[in-house]
């Protein structure tokens, strides 16, 4: 099983720029399945964006297209969200997971808050 951690979360002005980093260890990174979700007060957690183990292949949910880029570097077992242009709305608790034949790791999250 691998274990996650959050990290780049923080307060950014309507219009601004984050990048969030998800470190992974206890496994062999390289092989998951890559994924942001985010939760907001009151709200079920959605799905932000996802990469493939190869890293070959990205998608994003339509609220953030063209807004945030989702990769990742196997050999420092980290996987990103670079958010730009980022919206009063985009303010949520971010969570990476890492999927394997069906198995789910999560981190703990970290706040991300849009704010004039």
């Known amino acids: 099983q691998v274990q996650l951690v959050e990290s780049g979360g923080g307060l950014a002005q309507p219009g601004g720029s984050l990048r969030l980093s998800c470190a992974a260890s206890?496994?062999?990174?390289?092989?998951?399945?890559m994924g942001w979700y985010r939760q907001a007060p009151g709200k079920q957690r959605e799905w932000v964006a996802i990469?493939?183990?190869?890293?070959?292949?990205?998608n994003y949910a339509d609220s953030v297209k063209g807004r945030f880029t989702i990769s990742r570097d196997n050999a420092k077992n980290t996987v990103y969200l670079q958010m730009n242009n980022l919206k009063p709305e985009d303010t949520a608790v971010y969570y990476c997971n890492a999927v394997k034949y069906g198995q789910v790791s999560w981190g703990q999250g970290t706040q991300v808050t849009v704010s004039s």
């Open positions: 206890g496994s062999i990174f390289s092989s998951y399945n």
């Open positions: 990469i493939i183990s190869s890293g070959g292949s990205t």
